[in-house]
């Protein structure tokens, strides 16, 4: 079935260093990809999302690149801070499908001071 | 704005009580979302609205129904509470089918 996943459940890093988080997607008629990013005790928040007519998108400390080719999605998050320690979340959805985002079940990224 | 707002934080639950987790927005999204997180695991979509008036079912529907009687507003309601319905309960908006979603702070449910 169709199904978002994620291969290191758990990333540590030092502050400073780059950080990223990858994700895989099984679904090829999946043409929107999102990354959120979850705080303890908060909701998921929107962070960048890509279209799947790109393979890069860049924000603010944060680029998102997107491999079709072997449905692999990853967030790259430069100088990585200890405020970005969080839970991050891909999901993927199919433009014909009302938003029914399917998610990943995230990454912890844990930043040493 | 205060964007998505949910309401109780926390909640204990008895096998078989009822309840409704309520949920509101105040920026005008005709889209809206319920999601339960269950511990180490991402979410999944309970319910959805695409507007006033219209409902339709998510990936994990059984025990639960929501309503949507005005655009600010989609309460989830739980008829008879199961200790399998103890999760994290987070409800979300977004202004079309493909903008990304604004999600609540959520309502952490535990049945006992």
């Not at chain 1, 007519?53 to 999605?73: A, E, I, S, W, Y």
């Not at chain 1, 979340?89 to 433009?95: G, I, K, L, T, V």
């Not at chain 2, 319910?47 to 129904?65: C, H, L, M, Q, W």
Request: neutral net charge; hydrophobic residues 30%.
């Amino acid at each position: 079935g169709e199904s978002v996943g994620l291969h290191l459940p758990t990333l540590s890093v030092q502050e400073g260093d780059n950080s990223i988080i990858n994700c895989a997607y099984s679904n090829s008629a999946s043409d929107y990809f999102i990354w959120y990013k979850q705080e303890s005790g908060k909701g998921p928040q929107f962070i960048i999302d890509i279209r799947s007519n790109m393979d890069k998108r860049q924000g603010q400390r944060v680029t998102v690149l997107l491999n079709k080719t072997v449905k692999h999605l990853s967030l790259q998050i430069a100088a990585t801070q200890p405020g970005d320690s969080a839970v991050y979340f891909c999901a993927e959805n199919n433009r014909g499908a009302t938003n029914k985002l399917i998610f990943g079940t995230g990454t912890l990224l844990a930043v040493q001071p | 704005n205060a964007g998505v707002t949910q309401t109780p934080k926390f909640r204990i639950l008895k096998i078989g009580q009822s309840m409704t987790l309520q949920c509101t927005q105040d920026m005008n999204h005709n889209y809206m979302y319920w999601y339960r997180q269950d511990p180490g695991m991402g979410l999944k979509l309970i319910y959805y609205s695409v507007g006033a008036g219209i409902t339709d079912k998510g990936e994990v529907p059984n025990g639960y129904n929501v309503s949507r009687s005005t655009t600010e507003d989609f309460p989830l309601r739980l008829e008879l509470a199961a200790p399998s319905q103890t999760s994290v309960y987070f409800c979300a908006s977004s202004g079309t089918e493909s903008s990304p979603l604004h999600f609540g702070n959520g309502t952490r449910l535990t049945v006992t």
